[in-house]
């Protein structure tokens, strides 16, 4: 179901993203933002469904893309899980908007060569800007289909440099209760925390998202930077990066931390290890008739050719 377009080397370098291109479409999309904002939002069915028009320059032709319809604008930007800005599907929206994801720097430290600071158009303007439409699934049995805009997490890690005792990547949002009122609230051990294996990182699935359908990544949806891991719950997906730490052991992780009977470290989709309150077997898709039939889930949600081999051998109902 995965249809790969082109090979990463058929992409010339005139695609690659211009730093400036970046940063000038950045600042006006944060004015056009502002003004379709408030105008059009009673006639949609969710509040994130305004575009905001300005795209996000030279993105790349897909290299992966799913044969499926793209989940309707209005419900990827409308119905979200984003706890810093409330625990409601449509509480992100609303209570992101006011948020300001510029400037932003991530911080790089532990088992790698270059740590430092980065500001993001840093980490990001070198690599090529590519549209992936992946599947994406909640592990509260929701699922979409997503057009994201990132480039591949495995390039920059590469620049980066871990060191050979890197075995895992950890990732880290934002604390600032100030702009992220749900931090406020101790719902979760702030901040939210998430990680990867070094070779889960390095799968060329593994994305690091400034955007969705061709625009900058709307603050609901973890504006600046957020992860993309398509055979994983979307938790996994840890949005608003501040920091990417190297590390020799496994890192702790948010959900696991929380409930560790009932969100593992790996959390790779899989319709055959039911979570503790229910099946994981279906999945209604955002935007379908209330009447249509749920879906069913598929073993790393349709990503097992592309991702099996990276637990061969391993218990899957005890890593889950
Ligand atoms: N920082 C942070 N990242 C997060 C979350 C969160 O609450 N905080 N929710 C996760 C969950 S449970 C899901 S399903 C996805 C939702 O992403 P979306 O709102 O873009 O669909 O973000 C993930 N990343
Ligand atoms: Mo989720």
Redesign the pocket.
């Known amino acids: 179901m995965l249809i790969k377009h082109k090979s990463p080397s058929d992409v010339r370098s005139s695609e690659i993203t211009p730093r400036e291109m970046f940063f000038d479409r950045r600042s006006l999309l944060k004015g056009a933002a502002g003004l379709s904002g408030g105008v059009l939002l009673g006639a949609l069915p969710f509040p994130g469904g305004a575009r905001a028009g300005a795209m996000l320059p030279d993105v790349a032709e897909s290299l992966y893309k799913v044969d499926e319809t793209p989940t309707p604008f209005e419900h990827?930007t409308g119905?979200?899980?984003?706890?810093?800005f409330g625990t409601g599907k449509e509480d992100?929206a609303e209570n992101a908007r006011k948020f300001n994801p510029k400037p932003w720097s991530v911080v790089i430290d532990g088992e790698v060569e270059k740590a430092a600071r980065y500001d993001l158009e840093d980490l990001i303007s070198p690599h090529r800007l590519e549209e992936r439409t992946y599947r994406?699934r909640?592990?509260?049995a929701w699922s979409?289909v997503?057009p994201w805009v990132g480039v591949p997490l495995a390039d920059v890690i590469k620049r980066l440099g871990p060191t050979s005792r890197a075995k895992y990547v950890a990732f880290e949002?934002l604390l600032d209760p100030d702009r992220m009122p749900g931090q406020r609230r101790a719902l979760l051990d702030w901040p939210?925390l998430e990680g990867l294996r070094m070779d889960e990182a390095m799968n060329p699935l593994s994305l690091l998202v400034v955007g969705l359908y061709g625009e900058v990544l709307p603050n609901?949806?973890?504006a600046p930077v957020?992860l993309m891991v398509p055979w994983k719950?979307?938790?996994?997906?840890?949005?608003?990066i501040v920091r990417m730490s190297f590390t020799e052991t496994m890192p702790p992780t948010s959900w696991n931390r929380s409930s560790p009977h009932e969100y593992g470290f790996y959390a790779n989709v899989n319709p055959q290890v039911s979570h503790p309150r229910w099946s994981q077997a279906r999945e209604r898709r955002i935007g379908d008739s209330f009447f249509s039939p749920k879906r069913e889930t598929l073993m790393f949600n349709g990503y097992g050719e592309e991702v099996a081999g990276l637990y061969a051998g391993m218990d899957l109902a005890r890593n889950y």
């Open positions: 990827v119905y979200n899980n984003f706890y810093e992100p994406f909640c592990v509260e979409m997503v949002t939210y609901q949806n973890g957020r719950y979307g938790f996994k997906a840890i949005k608003s």
